[in-house]
């Protein structure tokens, strides 16, 4: 990059080159002035006011997306969807406050997030139809007539899931309720042959901000009836006291859930816990085997089974007639076996 100096002097020798003989020559002054106007001015350009951006947009994101997470894991016992359809203008005037007051006042945009997220709340509480006792029951049932058999299938969505077995001289093959404030129950049964075949879930409004809120089982079944059983439960909580039933197969499907299974001294079971807890019951003299594959959890095996590897064993499984079969697959969860 050449200097000012040399600008000007390849000026002047351009000048020169350029003069027609006839023009007296000029003095180096008005040289340097004549070459100082023909140089682009330089303008002071305005100072530009940096415009700060409000924290009220980032602080509702952070709690609306808490709100879901919350209701995803069970923890919030209300339909944002709900609360969402009905107090949407909340959020139109906070961000029109924001609007007018927030820009580059932290603490204002601060005191509109907290006043959006509290009316949220105290919607979210008010609409809450647990809270105001609108949570309502819906019954279900079926004599068991000539029923051999049955296959039970049950999908449950953040709420609770207790299933047990009726007193033995029950003539029900299945009876119990639902509780849940936005949803109706889908109980379909089909026979054939002696085997009935089940299945309980519930019809919610379907979509992202809308959900049917928690979903609370209580289904008794006949003990003295073969049940096969698959059961999908995802952010909730459950039990199932089965110790008495006539197991021939559970499959057990669990995301983010705390739940405790009591089982008889037969059966299968393939249990697949992700990110919850489960106590396990096994009756003291059963024949079981449990083959366990768990990736960062952790693990308590009563004492009475020898463990090799994987796979806990208790000492009379090769003479038993009758065995209990227990596959579990855990990931980040907690597993006690008693």
Do not use: C
Request: glycine letters at 10%.
């Amino acid at each position: 990059m050449s200097t000012p100096s040399q600008e000007f002097q390849e000026w002047q020798q351009q000048q020169q080159s350029a003069a027609p003989p006839s023009q007296p020559p000029m003095s180096p002054t008005q040289e340097y002035q004549q070459w100082q106007q023909q140089q682009p001015q330089w303008q002071p350009q305005p100072e530009r006011r940096q415009r700060r951006s409000s924290v009220f947009v980032p602080l509702l994101l952070i709690g609306l997306g808490g709100l879901f997470l919350a209701q995803n894991l069970g923890w919030l016992n209300i339909s944002l969807g709900t609360i969402l359809v009905t107090f949407w203008p909340v959020l139109l005037i906070g961000f029109g406050l924001d609007l007018i007051f927030g820009r580059g006042r932290p603490l204002v945009g601060i005191i509109l997030g907290l006043f959006v997220a509290g009316a949220l709340v105290l919607g979210s509480i008010f609409a809450n139809p647990a809270a105001s006792g609108s949570m309502q029951a819906v019954g279900f049932g079926q004599p068991l007539g000539d029923i051999r058999a049955a296959n039970l299938t049950l999908k449950g969505d953040a709420g609770t899931v207790e299933l047990y077995t009726l007193p033995a001289n029950s003539s029900e093959l299945i009876k119990g309720d639902l509780q849940s404030p936005h949803s109706n129950p889908v109980f379909d049964i089909d026979t054939n042959d002696g085997i009935a075949d089940i299945s309980l879930k519930v019809n919610n409004p379907q979509g992202f901000f809308w959900q049917g809120g928690a979903q609370n089982w209580d289904v008794g079944i006949n003990p003295a009836v073969p049940y096969n059983i698959d059961l999908d439960i995802d952010a909730g909580n459950y039990d199932l006291r089965l110790g008495d039933l006539d197991l021939q197969k559970l499959y057990l499907n669990s995301d983010a859930t705390d739940g405790s299974i009591t089982l008889p001294d037969h059966g299968n079971v393939e249990i697949d816990l992700d990110a919850g807890a489960l106590e396990l019951s096994i009756p003291a003299g059963a024949a079981a085997r449990i083959k366990v594959d768990a990736q960062a959890s952790a693990v308590s095996v009563d004492e009475r089974f020898q463990q090799q590897g994987s796979i806990y064993t208790t000492t009379n499984w090769d003479d038993a007639e009758q065995k209990l079969e227990i596959t579990i697959e855990a990931d980040a969860a907690s597993l006690k076996i008693r």
